[in-house]
């Protein structure tokens, strides 16, 4: 039986520590990588308050929902209410303007035809007519209404093709000729003669402008059975400014 020799020498592996003299430490360099390690601080849970709990129990879940924003709902107010300042000014210089040898396509009028427009307008000859007789502004908006319905319904009997909205947008704007010479009668309302003259052109004015649209070529030999009722009509609104 042999005496038990010396323990073999214990070589060191990579993964363990190795003591080394003071001397040596200086030639070594390097670093601890760090940990790869993933907290999991419970982000995608979020407790629920005792009234939300009792709403989805009971069905009511949907009130708790936030809808997306549509972008449609964010239009400007003009978009929202389908007011073009573009379109009606141009409609504006139309009827102002109707003679076709200045070039504007005069039809836009008739055949898109909008609300606001000609209502901005019977609303101003309506404060115009504030200086004569207060009592007449709400009775201008009903002939306006009434009156362009009667030229409808004349139209339709006639043979025309045109719609209501149509009538009603050329009467409307048609009435601006009549809010130009306004200012001119206050300064020649002493002049009778001269006065008469400037309703009568203005009255001529309106009428043009708004049979010019309306009578078209279908109504053939029948243009003054409806040009007239249309003259008859300007001729009204301008009594109820001036009270002739």
């Known amino acids: 039986m042999q005496p038990p020799g010396p323990p073999p020498a214990y070589s060191p592996t990579n993964g363990d520590f190795t003591f080394v003299t003071s001397a040596d430490a200086e030639d070594l360099s390097g670093s601890i990588a ?112 009434f009156g362009s319905l009667t030229i409808f319904l004349l139209a339709r009997v006639l043979g025309g093709e045109v719609a209501y909205g149509q009538v009603l947008g050329v009467i409307g704007y048609s009435l601006l000729p009549l809010i130009v010479i306004a200012p001119i009668l206050l300064v020649v309302g002493s002049f009778e003669l001269v006065s008469t003259l400037i309703k009568l052109f203005g009255v001529f004015w309106a009428a043009y402008s708004a049979a010019s649209l309306l009578v078209g070529e279908e109504f053939k030999t029948k243009k003054p059975l409806l040009i007239y009722p249309i003259f008859l009509l300007y001729i009204y609104f301008l009594s109820l400014y001036t009270g002739v």
Do not use: H
């Not at 609300?115 to 207060?134: H, K």
């Open 34 to 145: 760090p940990p790869d390690v993933k907290l999991n601080l419970g982000g995608d849970f979020i407790k629920e308050s005792t009234a939300t709990t009792f709403l989805r129990q009971r069905g009511y879940g949907w009130l708790l929902e936030v809808e997306d924003d549509d972008p449609e709902d964010n239009k400007p107010l003009l978009e929202e209410l389908d007011i073009d300042l573009k379109d009606i000014y141009y409609k504006i210089r139309c009827v102002l303007m109707p003679m076709p040898s200045l070039g504007f396509n005069r039809q836009v009028v008739r055949d898109n035809p909008d609300f606001w427009g000609p209502l901005a307008i019977v609303l101003f000859f309506s404060m115009i007519s504030l200086y004569g007789q207060f009592r007449v502004v709400s009775w201008i908006i009903t002939i306006w209404i």
